[in-house]
T-cell receptor, first 116, second 117 residues
Framework: AQSVTQLDSQVPVFEEAPVELRCNYS??????LFWYVQYPNQGLQLLLKYLSGSTLVKGINGFEAEFNKSQTSFHLRKPSVHISDTAEYFC??????????????FGAGTRLFVKA | GAGVSQSPSNKVTEKGKDVELRCDPISGHTALYWYRQSLGQGLEFLIY????????KSGLPSDRFSAERTGGSVSTLTIQRTQQEDSAVYLCASSLGTGQKPYNEQFFGPGTRLTVL
């Protein structure tokens, strides 16, 4: 079984400051890792994903994340945030070789609030 | 092209009533997923369809919940005898068929907000 823990439920930050949203996972098998963003009153949108290869992955809107296998973490970072980055961010994992289909387990979400 | 659509966007119902939630996936997407998003609890996987069959129903919380998919397209999630704890946002996602490559991105609809009074 897999589980995802997002360590901060809310992260307030000033505009143009850097931000890190933390994510840790637990799994007995290898997993794919994802970050999704949900803007107010909208559906989830894929921000970035780690499937294999380089552990530093870049996504849309200037976000990046680093997969750390030894620490089972996949923290999301942005060097300078904008007001428009205010949204809820979800970390998610999916087991490799899941024979029943494509099952994604989501964390509880982190609400990023960017202040002027 | 059109994304995943869901209807209604909002549904208010009385405890004990049945509700149907609809999902229209992206054309050509053979895989379809239902999730429930409760306040402060992230997304909870409910059920997954590949074509019209549901290989994984493990997330359905009780036998009051059921889902079907017809013609490999539209899906309906039905909740019978609704309870207040069923109040949540129900999200649908679709993707290209699984098994064809390691990963197929899921595209999410805007959700249906269900309120049970």
């Amino acid at each position: 079984a897999q589980s995802v823990t997002q360590l901060d439920s809310q992260v307030p930050v000033f505009e143009e400051a850097p931000v890190e949203l933390r994510c840790n996972y637990s799994s007995s098998v290898s997993v794919y890792l994802f970050w999704y963003v949900q803007y107010p009153n909208q559906g989830l949108q894929l921000l970035l994903k780690y499937l294999s290869g380089s552990t530093l992955v870049k996504g849309i809107n200037g976000f990046e994340a680093e997969f750390n296998k030894s620490q089972t973490s996949f923290h999301l970072r942005k060097p300078s945030v904008h007001i428009s980055d205010t949204a809820e961010y979800f970390c998610a994992v999916s087991p490799r070789g899941y024979t029943g289909g494509f099952k994604t387990i989501f964390g509880a979400g982190t609400r990023l609030f960017v202040k002027a | 092209g059109a994304g995943v659509s869901q209807s209604p966007s909002n549904k208010v119902t009385e405890k004990g009533k049945d509700v149907e939630l609809r999902c229209d996936p992206i054309s050509g997407h053979t895989a379809l997923y239902w999730y429930r998003q409760s306040l402060g609890q992230g997304l909870e996987f409910l059920i997954y369809f590949q074509g019209n069959s549901a290989p994984d129903k493990s997330g359905l919380p009780s036998d009051r919940f059921s889902a079907e998919r017809t013609g490999g397209s539209v899906s309906t999630l039905t909740i019978q005898r609704t309870q207040q704890e069923d109040s949540a946002v129900y999200l649908c996602a679709s993707s290209l068929g699984t098994g064809q490559k390691p990963y197929n991105e899921q595209f999410f609809g805007p959700g249906t907000r269900l309120t049970v009074l």
